[in-house]
């Protein structure tokens, strides 16, 4: 009985964090949303210094305000094909929890769209694409007009390992 209950509250708990407010911004012509409470700030594009042997994703770091933060390209970390930068583009500094640390990095990404407030009724899991594609990193899904906005769970973005190489820049 007590497994039952606690496979319960994780459920209510699960939905309950998925409700609430969301930045969109855009890769490509697709649509995602990252929980407000993540988001630092939003800066336009600014210099960034390349670091020598990171992966291709990680753009390399920003002064920012005297603190030096990584930045990777989400395209490229998602697969996505580089584009050259626009007026639009910017970066989206997020505060990230992994096991042991909480790192500031940022994130560029086409162009930011808007702040909406997600209800749980509007939020279902994400698909099931199988064992082989992990899609631990998509928070869920919202039905939001006709169209669809795959929700970021931020913290999962990045790998562990990833996360614990950012953080010794």
């Known amino acids: 009985m007590g497994d039952a209950q606690d496979t319960l509250n994780q459920a209510i708990q699960s939905t309950t964090l998925k409700t609430g407010k969301y930045l969109t ?19 336009g594009m600014m210099p960034i210094t ?8 990680v753009k390399g770091v920003i002064n920012l305000r005297g603190k030096v933060i990584p930045v990777i390209d989400l395209r490229l970390k998602f697969g996505m094909p580089s ?3 626009t007026d639009r583009t910017c970066i989206i500094v997020v505060e990230i929890d992994s096991d042991d640390m909480t790192i500031q990095i940022g994130i560029v990404v086409d162009a930011v769209s808007e702040v909406l407030n997600i209800k749980e009724e509007e939020i279902e899991n994400a698909p099931s694409f199988g064992t082989s594609l992990n899609t631990d990193y998509i928070l869920g899904m919202a039905k939001i007009d006709k169209g669809v906005k795959i929700l970021l769970d931020i913290d999962r973005v990045l790998s562990a390992k990833e996360i614990q190489l950012l953080g010794e820049r």
């Open 83 to 85: 584009i050259d930068y």
């Open 50 to 57: 390349s670091v020598p042997r990171t992966p291709d994703f």
């Open 25 to 43: 911004f855009t890769l490509a012509d697709e649509e995602y949303g990252i929980g407000i409470l993540k988001v630092k700030e939003i800066i």
